[in-house]
């Protein structure tokens, strides 16, 4: 996780069917979107607009996250440099990968952020504490 940075931290365009009977939008997520097959999915919701969620990096697992509804600003920091990308649109998702400080907050009412991640969920695999986290990255 120590050499990843904000560079490699991507917004991906998932693949949208638009119907053309007008009924609708339809994304789908295979195999050929994601550098990994997700192991876990969970979702946010009911988030108070003053509340941050995340406040973590993780040592191996990536995550892929997308606004299913409503928005929210994602901060991620690699330790040097910081970046800020709301996601409000169910056809965008933001890949984060592994050794990324990430922040989330500024949520609308009614945003659900779901989480495509790498690994089941494993407590050891957070670094919670900031300092540590730039302990880590500075090696
Ligand atoms: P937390 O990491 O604080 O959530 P967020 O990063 O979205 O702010 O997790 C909140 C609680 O939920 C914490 O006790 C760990 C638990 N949790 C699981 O049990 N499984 C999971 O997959 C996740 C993401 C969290």
Redesign the pocket.
Known sequence: MDKTTIHNVEVIDIPKIIDQKRRGNLCVIENDVLPYNAE?I?Y?FDVPSDAS????SHIACHEFLVALSGSFDVIVNDGERSKTITLNKPDKGLLIVDGIWRE?DNFSSGAVCL?L?SDK?N?AD?IRDYQDFISVKMG
Request: charged share 25%.
């Open positions: 876990r969970y946010l969620r995340g406040g973590h989330l989480v991640a969920y407590e957070y």
